[in-house]
């Protein structure tokens, strides 16, 4: 995944942290690189020892459950909450940005998240997973 952006090279943009294990994970994020036409994010695996340095406050088991973006402000948003932060920031992102964001939805688009993460071994494995991660949380 050498071609996403690092903290280390980008100390201050946004960081998305993600399952770096996760074939389905990686897919995801490499996606929403290619939507960061304004390269406002730098990627970093929470399997990475460098995590404890950028979201101290996190645990293993709370990066595991979800995807977090740590902005320039500091306080980590995860899984939906994160989505609907990457919204505003995206470009492309923008014509959902609407629908994430309607009035007392925000339980509904995390039940939906939690759904998909709780899945997404499951996913990499229909797309090829090649790592021993996949069999670990099949």
């Known amino acids: 995944m050498a071609e996403l952006p690092s903290i280390t090279e980008y100390p201050n943009r946004d960081v998305v942290i993600y399952d770096g294990h996760c074939g389905f994970c990686q897919k995801q994020v490499k996606r929403i690189h290619r939507w960061d036409s304004g390269n406002k994010l730098s990627f970093l695996s929470l399997h990475d020892p460098e995590v404890e340095k950028v979201a101290p406050q996190l645990t293993y ?33 923008y014509p959902v940005m609407p629908f994430l964001h309607i009035p007392l939805s925000l339980p509904i688009w995390r039940m939906l998240y939690k759904w998909v993460a709780r899945r997404r071994y499951k996913l990499s494995a229909a797309n090829a997973c090649d790592s021993e991660q996949c069999e670990l949380h099949l």
Do not use: F, H, K, N
């Open 61 to 93: 088991d709370q990066m595991m459950d979800q995807m977090y973006v740590i902005p320039q402000t500091g306080e980590p948003r995860g899984g939906a909450s994160a989505i609907r932060y990457l919204s505003r920031r995206l470009p492309r992102l």
